[in-house]
Antibody, heavy 123, light 113 residues
Framework: EVQLVESGGGLVQPGGSLRLSCAAS????????MHWVRQAPGKGLVWVSR????????NYADSVKGRFTISRDNAKNTLYLQMNSLRAEDTAVYYC????????????????WGRGTLVTVSS | DIVMTQSPDSLAVSLGERATINCKSS????????????LAWYQQKPGQPPKLLIY???TRESGVPDRFSGSGSGTDFTLTISSLQAEDVAVYYC?????????FGQGTKLEIK
């Protein structure tokens, strides 16, 4: 089955760190750009970061730049998001998403989403 | 950065009637080299991740009912549901993927009248 499964969310204090994982299965993970998108409770979707197929090209939203690091391990079919210096406003469900076309396509829509993992930043 | 603005924020439509959601980008998302609009529409139901409905502004994703259609070009886009069904109650988002940072519209909540 083609799917993405996020994990690693939880409750963390302000200033703390957390690493999210996104396990991919059912497709050739190494052929796709991957993204992280978040959604605060009751709010809309916000793009967070993206990484190309071999990890050499990365972009971040200004709101997380310098605090979050996206990475991937193609041997393990897993996408990561290392989140440091967490703030209350980072509280959200974090989704990983796959782009709709294989490389060399870069700017593409998201055709596969995980179910998300909830990150709560609170003291 | 490109800002996406949807209208209306919420919409109530009777079953079987047409629903129309608009999306405007702060700059064109039409890529001149391939004449494609880098615009997608997603549907999100409560407790679920977003689901891709439309990409390239008007291409329906496989498996999406043909009552869903997308139109527009440049900066102005529309998602139309031709005959509203009960299962279409959801929040709908437009998104540009022209260049990073990508952005979504604020969402339009669609309900049954």
């Amino acid at each position: 089955e083609v799917q993405l499964v996020e994990s690693g969310g939880g409750l963390v204090q302000p200033g703390g760190s957390l690493r999210l994982s996104c396990a991919a299965s059912g497709f050739t993970f190494s052929s796709y750009w991957m993204h992280w998108v978040r959604q605060a409770p009751g709010k809309g979707l916000v793009w967070v970061s993206r990484i190309n197929s071999d990890g050499s090209r990365i972009n971040y939203a200004d709101s997380v730049k310098g605090r979050f690091t996206i990475s991937r391990d193609n041997a393990k079919n897993t996408l990561y998001l290392q989140m440091n210096s967490l703030r209350a406003e980072d509280t959200a469900v974090y989704y990983c998403a796959r782009v709709g076309e294989v490389v060399p396509a870069n700017d593409r829509y998201f055709d596969l989403w995980g179910r998300g993992t909830l990150v709560t930043v609170s003291s | 950065d490109i800002v996406m603005t949807q209208s209306p924020d919420s919409l109530a439509v009777s079953l079987g009637e047409r629903a129309t959601i608009n999306c405007k980008s702060s700059q064109s998302v039409l890529y001149s080299s391939n004449n494609k609009n880098y615009l997608a529409w997603y549907q999100q139901k409560p407790g679920q991740p977003p689901k891709l409905l439309i990409y390239w502004a008007s291409t329906r994703e496989s498996g999406v009912p043909d009552r869903f259609s997308g139109s527009g070009s440049g900066t102005d886009f529309t998602l139309t549901i031709s005959s509203l069904q009960a299962e279409d109650v959801a929040v709908y988002y437009c998104q540009h993927y022209y260049t990073a940072p990508y952005s979504f519209g604020q969402g339009t909540k669609l309900e049954i009248k």
